[in-house]
């Protein structure tokens, strides 16, 4: 009998994140990726000589003080090379009016956003007062949503007197807020904001929590802004996955689990897992369970007949997004002048698209090449009820649509594409093993967001949730900080109640 204190399934960040954290502090942990490489949503791959990050471009919290960056310092290892994003993102709007760049100097950022968006001076200030107090909160370690006694006193200790004045927007959207401010027929600000916000909480300015959609509208700024990689957004699980090894986790890679099951006799969890060769079985006291919670609907089945309420709540939770990727390869002379590593663009046919370059030099491509990798959100039920030719055809059309719409963004000759191919929700769940290809977490409306979320402790003692649906978010920084709050959860359940970063 394969046994160990910890099971981790899932070897993407918020896995890697748990795993390295409760071995570094003892614990005997084995990770189990259905993949053969770590990285997940995170990861990268290899296509001729060029290295494409899989899904995530750009991270948050390398920062003094930020996630990563504690992450790192608790486990003595080197925080990974990268450059500060400045602007941190440019936002065409398809207008005609001036692109939006988002500065990493904030007073830069002050007077660019009262150029483009005249009169909106007090809906910023708001998001920067309701983010300040979320960041304080957060640096305080909280616990959401509340399950226990624990949970409770934790989110006590966290709360300053400025959450309980922001805390009264707990219900409210984005646009509430630009409706306290009288903003909410500026519509440039609103198709701004959309852009912005769908990218980083599957919701638009409708829907988003306010107390969220403030907080991820200033990141980009200092004292925190996001990061560009040096080689590949690899390197983030590579660093970890060298804690991982200095700790002695026992690491499996190439199993798909199929089944989780608390054995009744033996009082401990049995994890099956398959891979080409054989079945094999692991036990622990403990499961963190890190893929998306809908793939508890067949991973957890047994269990589920037997908690009705709980196998309803996980039925009941939102479709998240699936994606589209382009990725592709140039030489750096055929892109005209650009003055970002990161562009977000409207297109009359296909939405908004994100688009992520490639320094020269930085690992991604041979020197004097680039690569440049462009994103958009599609229903993943678009893609599963094809037949094979409607699929290739349909494929096909997207691919020719994405070129097109860069060509003439970026002024690119179409005979100048050295590299071009595009993935669909089918692939994303190929190489994640994520239901349906979703990317990116739960769509962070009020209903959903913080203290109404998706609790990491399940009904069933010893099963933990850990990733980008449960709080605080999506993204590298928001799964690494729902790592750090499972293994509080975790050692607590020990009698370690004092452990902070």
């Not at 502090?25 to 791959?45: D, K, M, Y």
């Not at 486990?75 to 009016?97: K, Q, Y």
């Not at 980083?200 to 929590?209: H, L």
């Not at 990727?325 to 055929?334: E, G, N, Q, R, T």
Request: glycine share 8%; hydrophobic share 40%.
């Amino acid at each position: 009998m394969s046994k160990t204190e910890i099971v981790v399934i899932g070897a993407g960040i918020a896995g890697l994140t748990s795993a390295a954290i409760l071995s570094k502090l003892g614990l005997s942990v084995t990770l189990i990726e259905s993949h053969t490489q770590s990285g997940g949503c995170a990861g990268t791959f290899k296509r001729k000589k060029y290295i494409f990050d899989v899904g995530a471009t750009q991270v948050a919290g390398l920062e003094e003080g930020g996630i990563h960056s504690k992450i790192f310092k608790f486990l003595d290892v080197p925080v990974p090379e990268a450059s500060i994003l400045n602007p941190a993102c440019i936002v065409d709007l398809n207008d005609g009016s001036k692109p939006i760049p988002i500065w990493y100097d904030k007073n830069e950022w002050i007077k660019e956003r009262e150029m483009q968006f005249p009169g909106s001076r007090k809906f910023w200030q708001l998001c920067n007062l309701i983010h300040q107090s979320n960041w304080t909160f957060a640096n305080n370690n909280p616990v959401l949503p509340i399950k226990n006694l624990w949970d409770f006193s934790q989110l006590m200790k966290a709360l300053v007197p400025t959450n309980l004045v922001t805390g009264i927007l707990l219900k409210s959207t984005m646009f509430d807020l630009l409706r306290i401010c009288g903003l909410s027929n500026d519509q440039r600000l609103v198709k701004f904001l959309n852009l912005q916000l769908k990218l980083y909480s599957q919701e638009d300015v409708y829907k988003t929590a306010a107390l969220y959609g403030s907080t991820v509208l200033q990141m980009c700024q200092q004292p925190h802004g996001l990061w560009h990689l040096k080689k590949s957004m690899q390197v983030l699980s590579d660093a970890l996955e060298d804690s991982l090894k200095k700790t002695g986790v026992n690491i499996v890679f190439g199993q798909k689990v199929n089944s989780i099951t608390f054995d009744d006799v033996k009082k401990i969890w049995k994890v099956g897992a398959k891979s080409k060769q054989e079945n094999v079985d692991y036990y622990a006291d403990d499961v963190i369970y890190t893929p998306p919670p809908q793939s508890l609907l067949n991973n957890l089945e047994h269990s589920l007949v037997r908690n009705h309420n709980y196998k309803n709540r996980i039925q009941g939770l939102p479709d998240p997004s699936g994606a589209l990727v382009f990725y592709s390869a140039l030489k750096k002379d055929h892109l005209k002048s650009i003055s970002s590593n990161h562009y977000q663009i409207v297109s009359n046919k296909l939405g908004s698209l994100f688009v992520s370059i490639s320094e020269d030099g930085d690992g991604r491509a041979p020197r004097g090449e680039i690569t440049l990798i462009a994103s958009l959100f599609t229903k993943t039920i678009d893609w599963f009820n094809l037949d094979k030719n409607e699929y290739i055809k349909k494929k096909k059309v997207y691919l020719q649509n994405i070129s097109i719409a860069l060509e003439n963004q970026f002024d690119i000759a179409s005979e100048n594409w050295l590299h071009k191919e595009l993935a669909t929700p089918l692939g994303f769940e190929r190489w994640t093993n994520r239901p349906n290809g979703i990317v990116g977490g739960l769509g962070q409306n009020p209903d959903i967001f913080g203290l109404f979320g998706l609790s990491s402790r399940t009904p069933f003692q010893g099963l933990w949730l850990c990733g980008d649906s449960i709080y605080p978010g999506e993204g590298t920084a928001g799964v690494s900080q729902s790592a750090l709050m499972v293994s509080r959860q975790i050692l607590a359940s020990k009698g370690i109640n004092d452990f902070y970063l």
